[in-house]
């Protein structure tokens, strides 16, 4: 981490004008991502995990192509093949790979229709969360005095809202879609992340380099673009790593509560809503779409782990505290 | 000390403050709509209409209707009445109070009975098989949603038990500890595992951390040096500052859920202050939202505060300014 800042400070000092005479050449010098991608390459779990997402994002992308080769649109009904003769979902068969849901539709093209709305939501969520974190975390440790005061007070209130009561409150106000589930989870989302970006800005901004840029004239803007967010990056890239199952299971509770994305759009938490009629006769309308919720999490939070072990391992307690 | 408590206790008054005045913005300037129009119902008629409006005083603009709130709250406790039953905010959240704190406290007992000895086990032989086995459960318990874990529990211990003649736990229903305390129990088993599972997790994970941590510190070789037994190492000297951490998240996550366990009482129809706002917010009912959520910030102020002079009574190394 402090080899980036010393390699600041010597093109400061050269005024960008060349390499180091004094630095070796032969030695390769790798940047930190490049030696964590390389630990985490070693880490069979976490690239279990990526080869997860990935499957998972493709699914997402091409989920209308998937569907059209099943056969079975999400919002289709088969009421004459896709339920019992009671009324009843029909079990996973040829027909249904994963069964059908109580109004006859298939249980398989409707989870992968799902993925798409669990991962754009928990994505774009988590990047808006995390760019205002950032933005008001590091102004608030690197200027510190009011500023600071009045940035972590109101990061403050807003960690003290019941914030599952007021999101509901808010999605029911704004009446329900994709958008306001996005924003209702980043709005309650960013506090977090702005606290501990505070918190390890605070530290950084004491640091050598950050005197030295300092007194070669930097000015503010360019300290906090150039000596303090690079070294963010670790504990931003692992935070987000951890923050995106949490905006998923956000979404799928607000779907869940029926305050989520409207029906008929398939997601995770409405199909479990609505399997919950008849799921004791039909489990697999329950179990199939609580096991996507639970890999997808799952896949994200062990990732996040490897990463947080690969990229900075001081990164491990600041977690941990929060 | 007695400043800090006063400090923080004042912030607190002001974070309620907010929390109140930003609902009554967002239910009265964003929100669009007549309010006691929804209210009044079929064959409604001006002057009945009217009544509402002043009943509710929402014939004044809301500014003054949010000083008449704080008013009748600081002076009277009073929180106003339902729109939807007429009934006094403050009785039905007293009334619904009971189910949600039995589902809080009896899960939160559950949850440290079970993540705290995990968390140990895994501390004390740190990469072992039962590290690894810790470590697998605390994700797979931070990975499985509440609402799930519910209704998975519902279908393995309700129903299937239930299918084959053993039908011990109840799918939920909160009976009232007075009227019969076997039942009280038997009803939130279920409740109490799912809260309970989802939660050790993270109990199990923290315990590990700060136990790993603190068993590197000095004065733990000190008190090994002395020839203390590997027991009264770990259990006297190590987990009592290892459990500071602990002890802020049971803080935060007890005070979070007395306000009200939305999910977990709406899978399991507990009735309880969660499952109380969540309707009132269907059914647009203004002043049970807002009880429900000053209730709800309240406790989370609170149990901010008692986190805080926790820490400095467990913690030597910390000081309250």
Redesign the interface.
């Known amino acids: 981490m402090t080899l980036i800042a010393a390699d600041e400070v010597a093109e400061q000092k050269g005024g960008g004008s060349g390499p180091d005479i004094s630095a070796p050449a032969a030695i390769q010098g790798r940047t930190p991502l490049q030696l964590a991608w390389a630990r985490l390459r070693k880490d069979k779990v976490s690239m279990a995990c990526l080869v997860v997402i990935v499957l998972l994002i493709l699914v997402a992308i091409f989920a209308t192509q998937l569907t059209d080769l099943i056969g079975h649109g999400p919002n289709e009904q088969y009421r004459d093949k896709g339920l019992a003769p009671n009324g009843l979902p029909v079990s996973p068969s040829g027909f249904f790979w994963l069964g059908g849901d109580d109004v006859g539709r298939d249980v398989l093209s409707r989870i992968i229709h799902g993925t798409r709305i669990s991962l754009l939501v928990g994505v774009v969520a988590t990047a808006m969360a995390v760019i205002i974190g950032v933005v008001v975390g590091t102004t608030a440790g690197y200027f510190g005095g009011r500023v600071d005061t009045l940035l972590s007070r109101t990061m403050d209130v807003f960690l003290s809202f019941p914030f599952l009561l007021f999101a509901i409150s808010l999605v029911s106000v704004f009446s329900p879609s994709v958008k306001i589930s996005i924003f209702v989870i980043a709005f309650f989302t960013w506090a977090n992340v702005g606290r501990i970006v505070r918190g390890q800005v605070l530290s950084i901004r004491e640091k050598e380099y950050v005197e030295a840029a300092r007194s070669l004239g930097a000015g503010d803007f360019r300290i906090m673009a150039v000596d303090v967010l690079p070294n963010l990056v670790a504990p931003i890239i692992v935070y987000s790593t951890l923050l995106i199952p949490t905006a998923i299971v956000f979404e799928a509770t607000l779907s869940f509560l029926g305050l989520g994305v409207p029906i008929p759009t398939p997601t995770w938490g409405n199909m479990i809503a609505e399997s919950q009629g008849t799921y004791q006769q039909a489990w697999w309308f329950l179990v199939f779409p609580s096991l996507a919720l639970f890999i997808t999490t799952l896949a994200f939070n062990l990732l996040g782990d490897g990463l947080r072990d690969a990229l900075d391992p001081r990164a491990a307690r600041v977690l941990a505290r929060k | 000390m007695g400043r800090f408590i006063l400090r923080r206790a004042l912030?607190g008054i002001l974070?309620l403050f907010?929390?109140s005045f930003?609902?009554f913005l967002?239910?009265f300037v964003?929100?669009p709509g007549d309010k006691a129009g929804n209210f009044c119902g079929k064959g409604c008629t001006p002057e009945r209409l009217a009544q509402i409006r002043a009943l509710y005083h929402l014939d004044q603009p809301w500014p003054s209707q949010y000083l008449l709130y704080v008013k009748r709250l600081v002076l009277h406790g009073d929180l106003g009445y339902s729109f939807t039953n007429q009934q006094p905010v403050r009785a039905i959240i007293f009334d619904r109070a009971p189910a949600t704190a039995s589902l809080a406290l009896g899960a939160a007992i559950v949850w440290l009975s079970i993540g705290i000895p995990i968390g140990i086990l895994a501390a004390t032989k740190p990469r072992s098989l039962r590290d690894r086995a810790a470590t697998s459960f605390a994700?797979?318990g931070?990975?499985?949603?509440?609402?799930?874990l519910g209704?998975?529990l519902i279908?393995l211990l309700f129903?299937q038990l239930t299918v084959h003649g053993a039908a011990f736990f109840p799918a939920g229903q909160y009976v009232p500890l007075t009227q019969n305390p076997w039942e009280w129990a038997k009803h939130l088993f279920l409740p109490w595992l799912t809260l309970a599972v989802v939660s050790a997790a993270s109990y199990s994970?923290?315990t590990r951390?700060?136990l790993l941590?603190v068993l590197g510190e000095d004065y733990i070789r000190t008190a090994r040096a002395k020839g203390l037994s590997e027991r009264r190492v770990i259990y006297r000297h190590g987990l009592r500052s290892a459990l500071t951490?602990v002890v802020t998240l049971l803080g935060i996550d007890v005070g979070?859920l007395l306000?009200?366990a939305?999910?977990t009482e709406?899978v399991f129809g507990l009735g309880g202050i969660?499952q109380t706002?969540?309707q009132a917010?269907?059914n647009?009912d203004l002043p049970i939202?807002f009880g429900?959520?000053l209730f709800?910030?309240f406790f989370?102020?609170v149990a901010?505060i008692f986190v805080d002079i926790a820490y400095a009574m467990l913690d030597a190394r910390v000081r309250l300014a």
């Open positions: 912030f974070v907010v929390i930003a609902v967002l239910f964003v929100a994700l797979a931070l990975s499985i949603p509440t609402f799930v209704l998975l279908y129903y994970r923290i951390g700060s941590e951490p979070t306000g009200g939305i999910v709406a969660g706002a969540v917010v269907i647009g939202i429900t959520v709800a910030a989370i102020v901010n």
